[in-house]
């Protein structure tokens, strides 16, 4: 079990820093618009990343090494564009947190939106193909015990991160509040763009 634990706090504690994937699905905890699907996507892709790392992420740096490039530089691109546009949100939104009669969010952009910034995200990889990959090769024939810690502890997260939201509708029921949001949005979506770009 000290295995397992190690596991699932580890991964609680990476994926617990603020990022665009983590943003995203905070807005639409706070919206109340297809939370449940949000959840699924984001905890069963990091399963899914985790699941490789923990088998073979060694096979995957030795075999390819042209993926890292591709991956660094093609997030940074997406990240500078989606931050853009929660700058732009900052800027000229009005919205106001109105559950009642606003229009939902069609939940096929929904899913298109949060698994391009799960997938192009490179972040993603580094912390779980590469860095939960690396430690759970030190336990050996146990490493599974710790992957399903991790892919727990990722579970774990984004229902607490999703459902949780809720209970900080009354702050976002102004516009001002939604106007700071995105432009914290904005400013990490670009903040992580920038050191991929220059810090690799």
């Not at 000290?2 to 706090?9: E, H, N, R, V, Y």
């Not at 580890?10 to 959840?39: D, K, P, T, Y």
């Not at 740096?61 to 564009?81: E, K, T």
């Not at 069609?106 to 899913?111: G, H, I, N």
Request: hydrophobic share 55%; net charge positive; aromatic share 12%.
């Amino acid at each position: 079990m000290s295995i397992f634990f190690s596991g699932f706090l580890l991964s609680f504690s990476l994926i617990m820093a603020i990022g665009a994937q983590n943003a995203f699905v905070l807005r639409q905890g706070l919206r109340r618009e297809h939370v449940a699907l949000c959840v699924f996507i984001c905890a069963t892709s990091d399963a899914l990343l985790i699941a490789i790392g923990v088998t073979s992420f060694g096979v995957l740096n030795a075999q390819m090494p042209w993926l890292g490039p591709i991956m660094r530089y093609g997030g940074a691109l997406f990240l500078l564009a989606y931050g853009a546009m929660a700058f732009r949100s900052a800027l000229t939104s009005t919205e106001a947190l109105n559950v009642e009669g606003r229009a939902r969010s069609d939940w096929r952009k929904v899913a298109a939106t949060l698994l391009a910034l799960t997938w192009l995200n490179p972040h993603v990889y580094l912390d779980t193909v590469i860095l939960l990959g690396s430690i759970a090769a030190q336990y050996g024939e146990q490493r599974t015990v710790f992957g399903a810690g991790a892919i727990v502890g990722s579970f774990v997260f984004f229902i607490l991160l999703g459902f949780g939201a809720r209970l900080l509708a009354p702050l976002f029921a102004r516009p001002k509040a939604w106007r700071v949001l995105d432009g914290l949005v904005g400013a990490t979506m670009w903040a992580i763009a920038i050191s991929l770009i220059f810090n690799g």
